[in-house]
């Protein structure tokens, strides 16, 4: 554009044609660069709505075909029986449903009070200690879940000699802190510090402003942080393949315990069709049951961001 | 105690009780000119033995989970290490029955695998979050993105299974001969189309990690400001501009630090990745090569291993992948902080 204005010849005689000459070739150029421009970003939304497309077809192709596989493996036998022998049709998998809630609801036993006792410290404490906890609990959501299973198995079932649902508890627990504790924490500070003021201006100690007013203004965000690090805790297989063994039935947290994302790992890959079968199912009920409590823990979350508004 | 003591006191617009207390004779100050001081002190005031026990009891408590797992790993495999030493790192052979134990077969089939997993699902990730937070209607968003970040909850055992009974056939029947015809890239894809490879158990760590990528990039445009959306308009760029030259660089952090996020992943899937990458103990030398990685290797030996050096060995691949994703985890955050730096505006 510079180019052609310099162009333009200066003079008395020949400013008015030349400024509307200069004019003419600015707008030419410009319309030009913008039907480029446009045609450029047309190009790219194309390859966006593409890249959407490729995205969606594989996660939509998995939950449909899990669900459609899924559901033709359930009937009231598959969630009261026990499962039959390698290869042999029927049987349920009534033991791992068991044996995945006894898991996990241990595993938030231990991990719950602990996260949010520790998310109170990092809310109430700055300094290098404090510091290093929050170092900590980053690093440990990075950690493979491999990796934690087999220091629950040192830990664990090594010095007991035998498998339990306790040591797959243990490491699950360990995987769900890390989260519990930062979005507790995130939640917590979310209360505003005026409503802390006025627990302590009535006079109020502070354990009970914590308990009373910081803990239930930021009730919501923890609910959603704690279901949401539950959901993921129950579709995990790797920490439980080597600490909780694949028995079963039981009830005895101390005793080997099925589970069902172990279910579906040793039926996935067994050769047999009425395995695989049996497979579909128990994916298609951990789908489920993992879909329910995102979808739980996102009412929650809107509600809380309602109130808030 | 005071958790918010310490931070350098900011103009509160409540606050009404300081600004004029310089300019009030002492007689005439009201009380209310005394209830700043009197709320810190009551701040400050210990909040209890019960509920600082609490605090202490469950940092502590985590803090020494933490460390207790660092150290049994570290110590369980010492033996390993004291065996064949770093030369771990760089042995090709994985031979439990002759006493020969290399990981070098699994780190590479990790980071190939991650490379993978990443080259799939980073662009067509950060595409999607750019269609859903910047282009598409809301009519059309919302409900996108409310699936997407549902999908992102599906455990990696059903993606496994999944890609075991569904994708590893139709891998081995169509997507494999078809890719071998393909001019330029056939030079990655040589060798017998079987099903079960490397280039599978990328592609099942790209399904696996994508809807996170999507979420968190998406988060990150949302984040940036209207006003710098507006400006970029204003100097006349197209709608797709302001994406490209304002959107996506103010974002740029955010879709890093998703990267990050979504490489950890792949590193350390360990399940999905044993069932469809085939279990070979060998180099790979195409994408189509069954291979390993340290988490599908950890999965197939640990069960199988004696006491002793045996299982030592496998642990040892354990620490291994603790010291990769560690790595890959610093080196993010090494990298947010160079750039946030000069960024300052």
Redesign the interface.
């Given at each position: 554009m510079t180019t052609e204005t310099a162009a333009v010849p200066a003079g008395g005689a020949g400013m008015g044609h030349g400024a509307a000459r200069r004019r003419e070739l600015i707008r030419a150029q410009s319309a030009r660069s913008?039907r480029r421009?446009?045609l450029?970003?047309?190009g790219?939304?194309g390859?966006?709505?593409v890249?959407?497309a490729?995205?969606?077809t594989?996660?939509?192709a998995?939950?449909a075909?899990?669900t459609s596989r899924g559901i033709h493996a359930l009937s009231v036998d598959f969630f009261t029986k026990i499962p039959t022998p390698q290869g042999i049709p029927g049987g349920g998998i009534s033991n791992a449903i068991v044996g995945s809630l006894i898991i996990v609801g241990l595993a938030a036993a231990m991990a719950v009070?602990?996260?949010?006792?520790?998310?109170?410290?990092?809310?109430?404490?700055?300094g290098r200690?404090a510091g290093?906890?929050r170092f900590?609990?980053d690093?440990?959501t990075?950690?493979?879940?491999?990796?934690?299973g087999?220091?629950a198995?040192?830990?664990l079932v090594e010095p007991l000699a035998h498998f339990s649902a306790l040591a797959g508890s243990f490491a699950l627990a360990?995987l769900m802190?890390p989260v519990i504790?930062r979005s507790s924490e995130s939640a917590m500070r979310a209360v505003p510090?005026?409503e802390?003021?006025a627990g302590?201006?009535l006079?109020v100690?502070?354990?009970?402003?914590?308990r009373s007013i910081v803990l239930r203004g930021a009730l919501a965000g923890i609910v959603t942080g704690n279901l949401?690090a539950v959901?993921?805790a129950?579709?995990?297989?790797?920490p439980l393949?080597?600490t909780t063994g694949n028995q079963l039935f039981n009830l005895s947290p101390l005793q080997p315990t099925g589970a069902v994302?172990l279910t579906?790992?040793s039926d996935?890959?067994s050769p047999f069709p009425a395995d695989?079968q049996v497979?579909?199912g128990a994916?298609f009920v951990?789908?489920l049951f993992?879909?329910v409590?995102?979808?739980i823990a996102?009412l929650v979350a809107g509600r809380l961001n309602r109130q808030a508004r | 105690?005071g958790?918010?003591k310490?931070e350098p006191e900011v103009a509160d617009p409540?606050d009404r009780t300081t600004s004029t207390l310089e300019e009030i004779p002492p007689a005439e100050r009201t009380p209310v000119a005394g209830?700043k001081e009197a709320?810190q002190r009551?701040?400050d005031?210990?909040?209890?033995r019960?509920?600082a026990a609490?605090?202490?009891?469950?940092?502590t408590?985590?803090?020494a989970?933490?460390i207790?797992?660092v150290v049994?790993?570290l110590t369980?495999s010492s033996q390993a290490f004291g065996h064949s030493g770093l030369s771990l790192l760089w042995t090709g052979t994985w031979d439990p029955t002759h006493k020969i134990y290399g990981a070098e077969t699994f780190i590479v089939g990790t980071l190939i695998t991650t490379a993978v997993a990443l080259v799939l699902a980073v662009?067509?990730?950060v595409?999607?979050a750019?269609?859903?937070s910047e282009?598409?209607p809301r009519w059309l968003a919302t409900p996108?993105s409310?699936?997407?970040?549902?999908?992102a909850?599906?455990?990696?055992?059903?993606?496994?299974?999944?890609g075991?009974?569904?994708l590893t056939p139709a891998f081995a029947h169509h997507v494999e001969p078809f890719l071998k015809t393909i001019p330029v890239l056939e030079w990655f894809f040589h060798g017998p189309a079987l099903g079960p490879s490397m280039l599978l158990a990328g592609v099942v760590l790209a399904?696996m990690i994508?809807?996170t990528m999507?979420a968190l990039s998406r988060t990150a445009l949302a984040g940036v400001a209207l006003t710098d959306r507006e400006a970029a308009r204003a100097l006349g760029g197209?709608?797709?501009?302001v994406?490209?030259r304002a959107v996506i660089p103010g974002a740029r952090t955010g879709i890093e630090g998703a990267v990050t996020?979504a490489m950890?992943r792949a590193?350390?899937?360990?399940?999905a990745v044993a069932?469809v990458i085939g279990n070979a103990y060998v180099i790979p030398h195409s994408l189509l090569a069954p291979g390993a990685t340290l988490?599908s290797a950890?999965?197939n030996n640990?069960?199988g291993a004696t006491p002793g050096l045996d299982r030592s060995e496998?642990?040892a691949l354990?620490v291994i992948?603790?010291g990769i994703?560690?790595l890959v985890?610093a080196g993010g955050q090494v990298l947010l902080r160079s750039r946030s730096r000069p960024a300052v505006h």
């Open positions: 913008l421009r446009h450029t970003g047309r790219a939304v390859l966006c709505v890249a959407v490729i995205s969606l594989p996660l939509v998995l939950v075909y899990t009070p602990v996260g949010i006792a520790s998310a109170l410290f990092l809310l109430e404490r700055r200690i290093a906890i900590t609990a690093v440990l990075g950690v493979p879940s491999i990796a934690i087999i220091f198995y040192a830990v360990v802190l504790i510090r005026t802390w003021e302590l201006a006079g100690r502070r354990g009970r402003v914590v949401l959901a993921r129950v579709g995990e297989t790797a393949l080597f994302p579906i790992f996935g890959t695989q497979a579909w994916a951990l789908l993992v879909l409590l995102s979808v996102r | 105690m958790a918010w310490k409540v209830v709320l009551r701040w005031r210990p909040g209890g019960g509920y609490l605090r202490w009891g469950g940092a408590l985590f803090a989970v933490a207790a797992l049994t790993l369980s662009p067509i990730g595409a999607t750019a269609f859903l282009l598409a996108l409310v699936l997407i970040d549902l999908i909850a599906v455990p990696s055992i059903v993606v496994g299974l999944w075991l009974l569904v399904v994508l809807p999507v197209t709608r797709w501009q994406v490209r996020l950890g590193l350390g899937e360990s399940i069932m988490g950890i999965i640990f069960g496998v642990i354990v992948l603790l994703t560690a985890n």
